[in-house]
């Protein structure tokens, strides 16, 4: 089974690098698979890698929904 996730692009790196956050966590991941990202985009996560891009207001319910599935209940 494969997760992969979004999360913002809050800076951009050296070579095909940026910065994301998820939860407060910033991670390095690699861009080489998308082409002009911008900081403050959102984008789709697996294994270190942008996968793709995602509209924003999709983005954020994706993660509403992820923080309501660890709430306890």
Request: glycine content about 10%.
């Amino acid at each position: 089974m494969c997760l992969a996730v979004p999360a913002r692009v809050v800076a951009l790196g050296e070579g095909r690098q940026a910065v994301v956050e998820l939860d407060g966590v910033r991670r390095s991941v690699a861009l080489d698979l998308l082409d002009d990202v911008a900081e403050g985009d959102y984008v789709i996560i697996h294994v270190g890698f942008a996968l793709a891009r995602l509209d924003p207001e999709e983005a954020e319910a994706t993660l509403r929904l992820m923080a309501a599935g660890r709430e306890p209940g």
